[in-house]
C-alpha cells in the first residue's frame, strides 16, 4: 500500500522560510514525478512545483525564484523549500506522485496523495 505523509507545515511571519517534506512508502518513485499541489480555503487546488527524475522541475509562476523542490530519492522523500513566504501562500499543501512518469502540472495525473500540511503565513 502506498503512502505519503507530510510535514513541517506551520506558521511564519511574511518574508520567512518553511521546508515542507513528503516520505513515501510502498513503492519506490526514484523516476516518476512528485509534486506539490496546495489548496486555500474557498479556492481549487493548484500546482506548486513538480519534479522527475531528481533533475527537471517545473514551478507555478507565482512561486518561481521563491520555492525549491528537490527529493532525494534514496529516502524515497520530495521536499519542498518555501522562501519569502506571503500571506497568499496559505494553504494546506499535499504531496502527489505518479505511478509512471508524465511532464505535466495537471493534477489528475498525480495517483497517490498525502492527507496534507497546513502551512499559514501570517502578515
Known amino acids: 500500500q502506498v503512502q505519503l505523509v507530510e510535514s513541517g507545515g506551520g506558521l511564519v511571519q511574511a518574508g520567512g522560510s518553511l521546508r515542507v517534506s513528503c516520505v513515501a512508502s510502498g513503492r519506490t518513485f526514484s523516476s516518476t514525478g512528485m509534486g506539490w499541489f496546495r489548496q486555500a480555503p474557498g479556492k481549487e487546488r493548484e500546482f506548486v512545483a513538480a519534479i522527475w527524475d531528481g533533475i527537471m522541475t517545473r514551478y507555478a509562476d507565482s512561486v518561481k525564484g521563491r520555492f525549491t523542490i528537490t527529493r532525494d530519492n534514496a529516502k524515497n522523500t520530495v521536499y519542498l523549500q518555501m522562501n519569502s513566504l506571503k500571506p497568499e501562500d496559505t494553504a494546506v499543501y499535499y504531496c502527489?506522485?505518479?505511478?509512471?512518469?508524465?511532464?505535466?502540472?495537471?493534477?489528475?495525473?498525480?495517483?497517490?496523495w498525502g492527507q496534507g500540511t497546513q502551512v499559514t503565513v501570517s502578515s
Open positions: 502527489a506522485a505518479q505511478s509512471r512518469t508524465v511532464y505535466t502540472t495537471n493534477y489528475n495525473a498525480y495517483d497517490y
